[in-house]
């Protein structure tokens, strides 16, 4: 078998613009892919805020009209999609911008998607199952921890079934990210957490996934050291953009490494999860990382290791101490997680939700074996497996 360095992978990113005031320039870049009219896909939250204002006023400055699509909710349903493809469609754009979190940005992929390919957007669950590419599509992330501004991946919420589904394919790859951390500082402190251990779950997955490489490992590690170093002192710190730009730097870093060398358990249990409770994303992963990493642990132990040095060197939660055993490593990771949750308010039992229980595990579990994120799991669970996962988590 060739070493990691000699295997084939492939690596695929936008076109990135990182730092303060690069929200400015989507109409520029519009304007770059000969865009006559613009559809800007957003939320209730971020036209609140101001940000799509901030957006829009570019397009006016450069004379290109535009409309908004803010009916995106959190968890973007297929219904949503497949609305916005409409209204693309009947008002003749051609260039799509996003400007959100991981929400909008995936039911802007998922517009594109249904707007150059006929069917609906459940047509297009799985790996490479779309025949053309979308419309230009540029992204105004804000928050620092989906990385769908990067990413090969669209995560829709199908209504029927209760469960996310996966859209992954390069053709989903935004042409453009405008990175502005100026953004995040609206942020309140549950989102900036949940979407901060999303970016950690990311680097993480990517780094012990069966489909990592050299590059995406180099991605992998700084996003685990800038998230451990950064992610609690910005919450405490809203307004300190020098903060606020280094998590959005390992939200960034996190996305490029899963966009290439894909997810793993975490993922599959989150979406299953959360097509269920209809729950943030990055609080379903918060409540399963620690105990996906117990259960993975001996079948990648050394990149295990590696990660938990990496933790350690933010200096934040610490992890490892000199002369530890291989079972002290462990345990001292786990325990590094849990800390980091505590500090961050995140460490709430499932079963306090008060919907989820255990009637539930089992159809959970199903949906979660049959999601593609875990194929590069680095230990293949059985359906029992999963189900014990979820019932340590409603404890």
Same mark, same amino acid.
């Given at each position: 078998?060739?070493?990691?360095?000699? *295997?084939?992978?492939?690596?695929?990113?936008p076109?990135?613009?990182?730092?303060?005031?690069?929200?400015?320039?989507?109409?520029?870049?519009?304007?770059?892919?000969?865009?006559?009219?613009?559809?800007?896909?957003?939320?209730?939250?971020?036209?609140?805020?101001?940000?799509?204002?901030?957006?829009?006023?570019?397009?006016?400055?450069a004379?290109?009209?535009?409309?908004?699509?803010?009916?995106?909710?959190?968890? /973007?349903?297929? &219904?949503?999609?497949?609305?916005?493809?409409?209204?693309?469609?009947? *008002?003749?754009?051609?260039?799509?911008?996003?400007?959100?979190?991981?929400?909008?940005?995936?039911?802007?992929?998922?517009?594109? @998607?249904?707007?150059?390919?006929?069917?609906?957007?459940?047509?297009f669950?799985?790996?490479?199952?779309?025949?053309?590419?979308? /419309?230009?599509?540029?992204?105004?992330?804000?928050?620092?921890?989906?990385?769908?501004?990067?990413?090969?991946?669209?995560?829709?919420?199908? *209504?029927?079934?209760?469960?996310?589904?996966? @859209?992954?394919?390069?053709?989903?790859?935004?042409?453009?990210?405008?990175?502005?951390?100026?953004?995040?500082?609206t942020?309140?402190?549950?989102?900036?957490?949940?979407?901060?251990?999303?970016?950690?779950?990311?680097?993480?997955?990517?780094?012990?996934?069966?489909?990592?490489?050299?590059?995406?490992d180099?991605?992998?590690?700084?996003?685990?050291?800038?998230?451990?170093?950064?992610?609690?002192?910005?919450?405490?710190? /809203?307004?300190?953009?020098?903060?606020?730009?280094?998590?959005?730097?390992?939200?960034?870093?996190?996305?490029?490494?899963f966009?290439?060398?894909?997810?793993?358990?975490?993922? %599959?249990?989150?979406?299953?999860l959360?097509?269920?409770?209809?729950?943030?994303?990055?609080?379903?992963?918060?409540?399963?990382?620690?105990?996906?990493?117990?259960?993975?642990?001996?079948?990648?132990?050394?990149?295990?290791?590696?990660?938990?040095? %990496?933790?350690?060197?933010?200096?934040?939660?610490?992890?490892?101490?000199?002369?530890?055993?291989?079972?002290?490593?462990?345990?001292?990771?786990?325990?590094?997680?849990?800390?980091?949750?505590?500090?961050?308010?995140? *460490?709430l039992?499932?079963g306090?939700?008060g919907?989820?229980?255990?009637?539930?595990?089992?159809?959970?579990?199903?949906?979660?074996?049959?999601?593609?994120?875990?194929?590069?799991?680095?230990?293949?669970?059985s &359906?029992?497996?999963?189900?014990?996962?979820?019932?340590r988590?409603?404890?």
């Amino acid at each position: 078998m060739p070493d990691d360095h000699m *295997e084939l992978r492939k690596f695929v990113a936008p076109e990135l613009i990182f730092g303060e005031g690069a929200r400015h320039m989507a109409a520029r870049y519009a304007k770059n892919f000969g865009a006559s009219k613009a559809l800007i896909v957003t939320d209730p939250g971020i036209m609140a805020a101001g940000w799509a204002e901030d957006v829009a006023a570019s397009f006016e400055a450069a004379g290109i009209p535009y409309h908004f699509f803010a009916d995106v909710t959190p968890n /973007p349903r297929s &219904q949503e999609v497949m609305d916005g493809a409409r209204f693309y469609e009947r *008002e003749k754009c051609d260039t799509i911008v996003a400007a959100g979190g991981g929400s909008s940005i995936d039911c802007a992929k998922g517009i594109g @998607i249904v707007s150059s390919n006929t069917g609906h957007i459940l047509d297009f669950e799985g790996v490479d199952r779309i025949p053309s590419p979308g /419309p230009p599509l540029i992204c105004i992330p804000t928050t620092a921890g989906s990385s769908a501004d990067v990413s090969q991946f669209a995560i829709i919420t199908d *209504e029927g079934r209760k469960v996310k589904i996966a @859209i992954i394919s390069k053709t989903v790859v935004p042409d453009v990210s405008l990175l502005d951390p100026v953004v995040l500082t609206t942020m309140d402190s549950d989102l900036s957490a949940y979407t901060g251990i999303d970016a950690l779950t990311h680097a993480f997955e990517a780094f012990v996934s069966t489909a990592h490489s050299p590059i995406t490992d180099l991605f992998s590690l700084e996003a685990v050291r800038l998230l451990a170093a950064n992610l609690g002192r910005s919450i405490k710190e /809203p307004d300190n953009l020098d903060l606020r730009s280094k998590t959005m730097m390992g939200s960034l870093y996190a996305g490029l490494a899963f966009s290439n060398a894909s997810l793993g358990l975490v993922h %599959a249990m989150a979406h299953s999860l959360g097509g269920h409770l209809d729950n943030p994303h990055g609080q379903c992963n918060a409540f399963l990382l620690d105990l996906v990493v117990e259960f993975n642990y001996e079948h990648a132990r050394e990149r295990y290791e590696t990660i938990g040095e %990496a933790f350690a060197g933010g200096k934040a939660f610490g992890a490892f101490e000199k002369g530890m055993t291989q079972d002290e490593k462990k345990g001292a990771l786990l325990k590094a997680l849990k800390a980091m949750k505590k500090d961050l308010n995140a *460490e709430l039992p499932f079963g306090n939700l008060g919907f989820f229980g255990r009637g539930d595990i089992a159809e959970l579990a199903r949906k979660a074996i049959n999601d593609p994120c875990l194929a590069t799991n680095p230990r293949r669970p059985s &359906q029992k497996d999963i189900e014990d996962i979820y019932e340590r988590a409603l404890r």
